[in-house]
């Protein structure tokens, strides 16, 4: 369903990815780690089509970012997510439904907020809260839209330990029921345990890890 084919993209002359190879299979939790600045952001705003790669193919489910449907099945929550301020946790869950014309019950929004421990701050103004909150009402939105493909930067950054182990299962569950999970993570014990599949992004390339063994990688990094 996403493919990266022999991509490569540029900054003012300056190289930041080469030759990128990637795909992400219906039903799969894939896993992106790499050191700081390795390009892993970069990456994922070229496969959300925010910049414009120089070289290869990006598609999903067969199209490429210059089709507005291939926006359609596609969520991303980037690291630093900007959620509407003046909105409360409940409104912000509303008006983006209603921006992908999903009709979400309540019953199902409650389940969720309960989940995730953000149940009494539905009604709360996002601008009070914490940076952990701001980004489970984003993960709680993607998982209520049901893509086929959530793409998450850095999820569990700002998370408590508890949600992180919360966010761990959805994102197992969502993925056995619903769709696939692309996510990036510096936290490589949460990688090994749910993906799939895991790549490894150094020197501007990437290449699939195998062996499962990422703190060996990084020893040599
Ligand atoms: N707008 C920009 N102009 C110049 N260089 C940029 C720009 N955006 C990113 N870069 C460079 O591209 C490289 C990759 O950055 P990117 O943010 O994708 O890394 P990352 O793997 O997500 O890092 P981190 O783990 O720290 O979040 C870095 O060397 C960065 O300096």
Do not use: W
């Not at 019953?107 to 995730?116: A, C, G, K, T, V």
């Amino acid at each position: 369903m996403l493919k990266v084919r022999d991509t490569s993209f540029s900054i003012d002359g300056n190289l930041i990815l080469h030759d990128i190879n990637l795909t992400v299979d219906r039903y799969q939790i894939v896993g992106l780690v790499g050191k700081n600045g390795a390009g892993k952001t970069t990456l994922f705003n070229i496969i959300c089509g925010l910049i414009n790669f120089s070289e290869g193919e990006v598609t999903f489910n067969d199209r490429t970012p210059n089709d507005v449907k291939y926006f359609n099945e596609l969520f991303f929550i980037p690291d630093t997510m900007l959620v509407h301020e003046y909105l409360k946790g409940i409104e912000y869950i509303e008006f983006v439904s209603s921006l992908y014309s999903k009709e979400i019950s309540n019953e199902e929004i409650q389940s969720m907020l309960n989940y995730f421990d953000l149940k009494d701050n539905a009604d709360m103004l996002i601008r009070d809260y914490s940076k952990g909150m701001k980004m489970k009402i984003a993960i709680i939105v993607a998982l209520l839209l049901k893509p086929k493909l959530i793409i998450l930067d850095e999820p569990f950054n700002g998370l408590d330990p508890t949600s992180c182990i919360k966010l761990m299962d959805a994102l197992k569950y969502y993925s056995e029921k619903y769709g696939s999970v692309l996510f990036s993570s510096h936290t490589l014990d949460f990688v090994e345990q749910i993906s799939d599949k895991i790549y490894f992004l150094t020197d501007k390339t990437l290449r699939e890890v195998t062996d499962k063994n990422l703190m060996e990688l990084f020893k040599n990094e």
